[in-house]
């Protein structure tokens, strides 16, 4: 990876670096350094659902693009912290969960 004086742009090299071997079978992971908590997770995924919120209302991004990054942040989401079933959808929510990871599983 190449070296940054910018936080953001060695976050966007190593993101770079990691995606192409990660979406291609087992993710590379590294030794647990005890400096992210559940909690600290949760906040940051917060903050990429805003972010990319915020891209599909103003329309800078592809519809279909934001609703694929959006079931995407579930997928983590229930990972990190399982979502409370919502109101009536528990089953088609369910459902929903389980076609994303499917997707993901056999892409």
Known sequence: MQRQT????RALGMMQ?????????????GPDRGIV?????????????AV?????QDRRIDPDAGKHAMR??????ERICPIPDP???EALFRAD???A??????S
Do not use: I, N, W, Y
């Open 72 to 77: 995407m942040l579930v997928v983590v989401r």
């Open 87 to 89: 109101p009536g959808d």
């Open 97 to 99: 969960l389980q076609e």
């Open 17 to 29: 670096l990691l995606a192409p071997m990660d979406s291609g079978g087992l993710p590379h992971e």
């Open 37 to 49: 908590e559940r909690t600290d997770a949760l906040k940051a995924l917060a903050q990429v659902f």
């Open 52 to 56: 990319v919120d915020s891209a599909l």
């Open 6 to 9: 910018d936080s953001g742009d």
């Open 101 to 106: 990871v499917d997707a993901l599983r056999t």
